[in-house]
């Protein structure tokens, strides 16, 4: 099965699902949201790594909070 062009890639959509959970543990935390969301945007480098070593949202949150 051919990629139609312009169609996001599984993998990605599957990364940006995993961020929005970590955001929500983040908030729940008590960061505000646009405090989790921009943390995860300064850090998306080290959030990716995260996702790709089979971390859950719930743990990449504890991370980003130590």
């Known amino acids: 099965m051919t990629k ?3 169609a996001p890639d599984p993998d990605e959509i599957a990364l ?3 961020c929005i959970e970590v955001e929500g543990h983040l908030v729940a ?3 505000t949201l646009r405090q ?3 943390h995860i945007e300064e ?3 080290w959030f990716t790594d995260m ?3 089979g971390l859950t949202p719930e743990e990449a949150a ?3 909070l130590n």
């Open 43 to 45: 850090q998306a480098e």
């Open 16 to 18: 940006i699902e995993w």
């Open 62 to 64: 504890r991370e980003a």
């Open 4 to 6: 139609k062009k312009g």
């Open 36 to 38: 989790a969301q921009e």
């Open 29 to 31: 935390a008590g960061a």
């Open 51 to 53: 996702f790709y070593n």
